[in-house]
């Protein structure tokens, strides 16, 4: 696909890795639609470096876990045009050990890593099954190997891949769906420099990636007309260990 003038919709595109996607495609050429939860100003912002790259960008906001939330975005979006792109980027992640985790936690979690990715695949694809389009979904190196206290996310993640493939084949051969597995490439904010240091240990590479390690797959993936149902694995090695 030629990314010059087609319109991709990033959701979770004002912060993290989410930003730095939105601003690949902006610097392809790509319209951005640019979704937020509530970060408004790191929206406007992000909006601001898009602009500046000669990029259109259009701010969207939606609660990913409220399905009448992600219907109201959609109905803004379609007065802005057709999606040739999108990229479920948003997602949620926190800890669920299993002596404290908690239904709700877990509902959260789905709902936003993968029930939104769901229902925004299934509308957009039904519109870009017609004429072609891209669907790229962020998972995790961890749905393959989960590791410990994190359940619930990596259960989603697990889940986001198998959507991944399902998909390819159901929106197949107009559009292609693929993802993006990440390793550590970018750390949350509470964790130490010690338990950074012994995550790098854990990557072949004994290092941390970053945020342009992901967006630059997400290109491949999209530039390529022939990958479909594929699930690019960017974490330094981790899972090999």
Wanted: charged residues 20%; positive net charge; aromatic residues 6%.
């Amino acid at each position: 696909m030629e990314l010059h003038g087609k319109t991709a919709l990033v959701t979770g595109g004002a912060k993290r890795v989410g930003r730095t996607i939105a601003l690949a495609l902006a610097s392809k050429g790509a319209k951005v639609i640019l979704h937020f939860k509530s970060s408004l100003k790191e929206a406007k912002d992000t909006a601001t470096e898009i602009q500046g790259l000669g990029a259109t960008c259009h701010l969207v906001q939606a609660d990913l876990n409220v399905s009448t939330s992600i219907q109201k975005m959609l109905s803004e979006i379609k007065k802005i045009g057709p999606v040739d792109i999108l990229v479920n980027s948003a997602s949620l992640y926190f800890k669920t050990p299993v002596e404290t985790a908690t239904e709700a936690q877990f509902d959260e979690l789905m709902g936003a890593n993968l029930k939104a990715p769901y229902l925004l695949s299934v509308e957009i694809g039904k519109e870009m099954k017609l004429r072609g389009g891209k669907i790229i979904n962020i998972a995790d190196w961890s749905g393959f190997r989960p590791y410990k206290d994190y359940s619930a996310y990596c259960t989603t993640k697990g889940g986001l891949i198998t959507l991944t493939k399902a998909l390819a084949r159901d929106l197949a051969p107009k559009v292609c769906v693929n993802a993006v597995a990440p390793g550590p490439v970018m750390a949350p904010s509470d964790l130490s420099e010690t338990e950074k240091e012994a995550i790098a240990k854990t990557t072949a590479l004994g290092r941390w990636g970053n945020p342009s390690d992901v967006a630059n797959a997400v290109l491949y993936l999209l530039e390529s007309d022939f990958a479909n149902g594929t699930v690019l694995v960017v974490d330094g090695g981790r899972s090999l260990a």
